[in-house]
């Protein structure tokens, strides 16, 4: 449990530096970019869900809207930038 | 029912988020240099303070469930320390972008700005003082803090971190 919380940090870290960086250096370059930073911040939203706030243990209602609702915000907002 | 005060928040917050996005594709230059005049780097860092935060805090969880109190408390407070990071940081922010003239009226972009990370610190804010309290009464005699009280607490700290999970990239790096 402990080492998959620390696993779960590092990919967190990870991708937020992936995510600022990639917004830094190809900002002008793909039009597709809003829509991939948002997808990535959609994992992370799910992760930080299922991982440190332990949706997991929740019941299904709570785990099926958490997902519909964090992926349709990441996507509506990544499809509208 | 905690979950359904958490689902409202996000509501709440995916609600101005979309409005966000929607006005950037009626004047997305105006956004994109607005969004330009963000400092990425301290938004990054305050994500990261935040997410760490968000680490211990489940850390705590779980040291007090395993009946290791103080182990719990002390994670607490480097939670609690990981806030006050985050507000300091964001002041800092604020005040650089007064001292810019930036304010919330300049533009639909920082009207939008100012709201959603104003009302988003104001949550960190009440999530501070909900787990110093928890961490003040969890060696309490009197009505100490049960398990139920301390996932509830750490409920509403990691629904501040969801929320700028998505607040982050939509303000500082997608425009």
């Given at each position: 449990m402990k080492n998959t919380q620390q696993v779960t940090l590092f990919i967190l870290i990870g991708l937020t530096l992936l995510t600022a960086g990639a917004a830094n250096l190809f900002a002008d370059k793909t039009a597709f970019l809003p829509l991939i930073i948002m997808g990535i911040a959609a994992i992370k939203f799910l992760l930080v869900a299922f991982q440190?706030?332990?949706?997991?243990?929740?019941?299904r209602f709570w785990k099926i809207l958490t997902t519909v609702v964090g992926v349709s915000l990441a996507f509506l907002i990544g499809i509208l930038a | 029912m905690l979950w359904i005060i958490i689902f409202l928040e996000l509501g709440t917050f995916g609600l101005g988020l979309v409005g966000l996005a929607y006005y950037g594709t009626l004047t997305p230059a105006l956004f994109h240099d607005a969004r330009l005049h963000l400092n990425t780097l301290l938004g990054t860092i305050n994500t990261l303070v935040l997410l760490i935060s968000g680490y211990t805090m489940a850390s705590a969880v779980e040291a007090f469930r395993s009946g290791s109190n103080t182990k719990a408390k002390g994670l607490m407070k480097i939670t609690l320390i990981g806030g006050a990071l985050f507000l300091a940081l964001k002041s800092y922010e604020y005040y650089e972008k007064l001292g810019s003239g930036l304010?919330?009226?300049?533009n639909m972009f920082y009207t939008f700005y100012w709201l959603l990370t104003g009302f988003h610190l104001v949550h960190v804010v009440v999530g501070m003082v909900i787990l110093a309290y928890m961490s003040f009464k969890?060696?309490?005699?009197?009505s100490p803090t049960d398990a139920l009280d301390l996932e509830s607490g750490a409920a509403f700290w990691h629904m501040c971190d969801l929320i700028w999970l998505l607040l982050f990239p939509s303000l500082y790096l997608i425009f």
């Open positions: 440190f706030m332990e949706l997991k243990k929740a019941h | 304010e919330m009226w300049d969890i060696n309490a005699v009197k």
